[in-house]
């Protein structure tokens, strides 16, 4: 690619992930959340691989620092519905709200904040999620940009007749 597009597309990846982070963060007031911020800061992420390549990217992509990511999001998903589901009752029982009144008060004053919205445990399942479809996102892309490699085991160079 042009030495152009790598200078404009590394600090735009950079304010696509911030802004897909701050979606996350805010997306217990605000709309969007952990799937629509994720996938902002994939773009991000996207638009620095089709720029700069796979070896030269300035982001290490490599299989096991996307594993670890990945799995910290589905694990702390799974974290979060089992907290509610032990202490609630049912999985992904929202803690810091405690309607019902079965969470204990140490655990509930945890997940509860001080604003008048009381979001209890979705923003951190917004934080899972989102570091769930980033990496996920990617690692797709990843894997079709790789694929790109080997176009003559799988592509016919000769015209159907």
């Not at 096991?64 to 974290?79: C, K, Q, T």
């Not at 934080?127 to 940009?145: A, H, N, P, S």
Request: contains cysteine.
């Amino acid at each position: 690619m042009s030495d152009l597009l790598k200078l404009i597309s590394y600090p735009l990846s950079f304010i696509l992930i911030g802004y897909g982070a701050m979606t996350i963060l805010g997306g217990h007031i605000t709309p969007g959340g952990g799937f629509q911020g994720g996938a902002i800061m994939a773009s991000g992420a996207i638009l620095c691989i089709l720029a700069y390549g796979l070896k030269e990217n300035p982001f290490n992509f490599s299989h096991e620092r996307m594993s670890i990511i990945e799995s910290f999001g589905a694990l702390g998903y799974v974290f979060l519905g089992l907290c509610g589901l032990f202490t609630g009752g049912s999985f992904l029982y929202n803690l810091g709200t405690n309607i019902y009144g079965l969470v204990p008060s140490g655990v509930e004053a945890i997940f509860n904040f001080p604003d008048a919205l009381h979001a209890g445990i979705i923003p951190y399942l917004n934080i899972v999620v989102g570091l769930k479809v980033f990496i996920g996102l990617t690692t797709l892309v990843v894997l079709f940009y790789s694929v790109t490699k080997y176009k003559e085991d799988y592509v016919d160079d000769e015209e159907i007749e």
